[in-house]
């Protein structure tokens, strides 16, 4: 298994600049996490889906931010406009609504915002 | 949600046993106790899970006193690569929403 897959892996942009972030959960996974860690703030749970539909979006920051999940194997996250302090890195992690909710991460997008 | 508690940080040496206490004095009846492990520049990954009493597997021992309002996880023999940061969270398996706390930085040294 390929593990959660997020891509880009970094991403540098100009303020005011939108930027998507895309996340592969694990085939068979029906739960799909977006988190943002920063040394200031640690690891933020933003949003998280169950069966592609948002459960809970309390963690996203404003309306600049927004997540969708169009189907079972793919998510994205959109900042628009970014700003320097989104400047973070972003994590998915997917896993089964089942008796192991343990969570598996992908390896992050690095975001830096000038 | 259950709140948490570690220590911010812990230093250890290579080969001795490391016990990371953390604390969840309202824990709920259907919470689970998960701990996960963060290397930099990666993200966390799932270390052991428990409800009571004591779990171990390959990487770990996770022991809960009977009240579970607090849970220590238990790394034998560390090496330098254990270095990282180790999280403790609370949640109802039924329910995805568990919040990470800072963590326990725990540094290997030689």
């Known amino acids: 298994d390929a593990g959660v897959i997020q891509s880009p892996r970094h991403e540098v942009t100009e303020m005011g600049q939108e930027v998507t972030l895309r996340c592969k959960p694990i085939?068979?996974?029906?739960?799909l996490f977006w988190y943002r860690q920063t040394m200031m703030r640690g690891l933020e749970l933003l949003i998280y889906?169950?069966?592609?539909?948002?459960?809970?979006d309390s963690g996203m920051p404003e309306d600049r931010f927004s997540a969708k999940m169009p189907n079972a194997s793919f998510s994205t996250l959109k900042i628009q406009p970014s700003e320097p302090r989104d400047s973070a890195v972003y994590f998915c992690?997917?896993?089964?609504?089942?008796?192991?909710?343990?969570?598996?991460f992908g390896p992050g997008t690095r975001l830096l915002v000038l | 949600l259950a709140k948490t508690t570690q220590p911010i940080s812990m230093d250890s040496y290579e080969g001795q046993e490391v016990n990371i206490t953390c604390s969840h004095n309202n824990i709920a009846t259907n919470d689970y106790i998960t701990w996960y492990q963060q290397f930099p520049s990666q993200g966390p990954r799932f270390i052991i899970q428990g409800y009571k009493t004591k779990v171990t597997n390959e990487v770990a021992s996770l022991f809960i006193p009977a009240d579970r309002k607090s849970s220590t996880l238990s790394l034998p023999r560390v090496s330098l690569s254990d270095t990282a940061v180790y999280y403790c969270?609370?949640?109802?398996?039924?329910?995805?929403?568990?919040?990470f706390g800072a963590g326990t930085r725990l540094t290997v040294k030689p």
């Open positions: 085939s068979g996974h029906n739960s």
């Open positions: 992690a997917s896993s089964t609504w089942t008796s192991d909710e343990t969570q598996y």
């Open positions: 969270l609370v949640g109802d398996k039924g329910n995805n929403d568990m919040r």
């Open positions: 889906f169950n069966n592609n539909v948002p459960i809970d």
